[in-house]
């Protein structure tokens, strides 16, 4: 079946810029991750939701930062007033609660 | 909090050789432990997991044994090949977080023929 996927796969903004990314996870898996990975470090949590439950918001850098997430589909993560330090892979990952997480192929982010 | 720790790379060899990479953690409870790979210009695919103490996750000719005594969760290979080259990450999913992997920073192998 299909597995999870990103769009778009790369996009460059300018400094100051919205950015919106989005996820679109494998169907029936309830649990839904964003991932950041900087260049030649590992990856740092952003956000998880599990079906209708409040999302954990715990790893958001900063207020500029904020995903959404409608039942059990597509999860968008907004990028406010992009900052340089924001250039990075951005990872979506899905799962059925407590099984193993299925990555997207990111979308890489670079600000200009 | 929960970590994991990598050794750093790069680690290079030359194809058939032996490879280890260490993986230490530190976490509360029970955690679950994985390896995950991340080859050139592909996305993260999860290699191998162990859910318990000293079991051992082994997937194309890879393996890691669970080491509860040690906090280490080493990955090996007895003879890689050059398609083995790629970033290999460590990750540890805590037994009362919410669902979140910590990832160990990658090490890179490459492997040269």
């Known amino acids: 079946g299909a597995g999870v996927s990103q769009s778009p796969s790369n996009k460059v903004t300018e400094k100051g810029k919205d950015v919106e990314l989005r996820c679109d996870p494998i169907?029936?898996?309830?649990?839904l991750y964003w991932y950041r990975q900087r260049l030649g470090q590992g990856l740092e949590f952003l956000i998880y939701?599990?079906?209708?439950?409040?999302?954990?918001k715990s790893g958001l850098p900063s207020d500029r930062f904020s995903a959404e997430r409608t039942g059990e589909s597509v999860s968008t993560l907004t990028i406010q007033r992009t900052q340089q330090e924001d250039s990075a892979v951005y990872l979506c990952?899905?799962?059925?609660?407590?099984?193993?997480?299925?990555f997207g192929p990111g979308t890489r982010l670079t600000v200009t | 909090g929960n970590s994991v720790t990598q050794m750093e790379g790069p680690v290079t060899l030359s194809e058939e050789a032996f490879l280890t990479i260490n993986c230490t953690y530190t976490?509360?409870?029970?955690?679950?432990l994985f390896w995950y790979v991340q080859y050139p210009g592909e996305g993260l695919q999860l290699l191998l997991k162990?859910?318990?103490?000293?079991d051992k996750g082994s997937n194309k000719g890879f393996e890691a044994t669970y080491r509860k005594e040690t906090t280490s969760f080493h990955l090996e290979k007895g003879s890689v090949q050059v398609s083995d080259s790629a970033v290999y990450f460590c990750?540890?999913?805590?037994?009362?977080?919410?669902?979140?992997?910590?990832f160990g920073q990658g090490t890179t192998l490459q492997v040269k023929p």
């Open positions: 990952a899905s799962s059925v609660q407590g099984y193993e997480q299925y």
């Open positions: 169907s029936g898996h309830t649990a």
């Open positions: 939701f599990q079906g209708n439950s409040a999302p954990d």
């Open positions: 976490a509360t409870g029970y955690p679950s």
């Open positions: 162990a859910t318990k103490a000293d």
């Open positions: 990750a540890l999913h805590g037994s009362s977080n919410t669902g979140k992997l910590i």
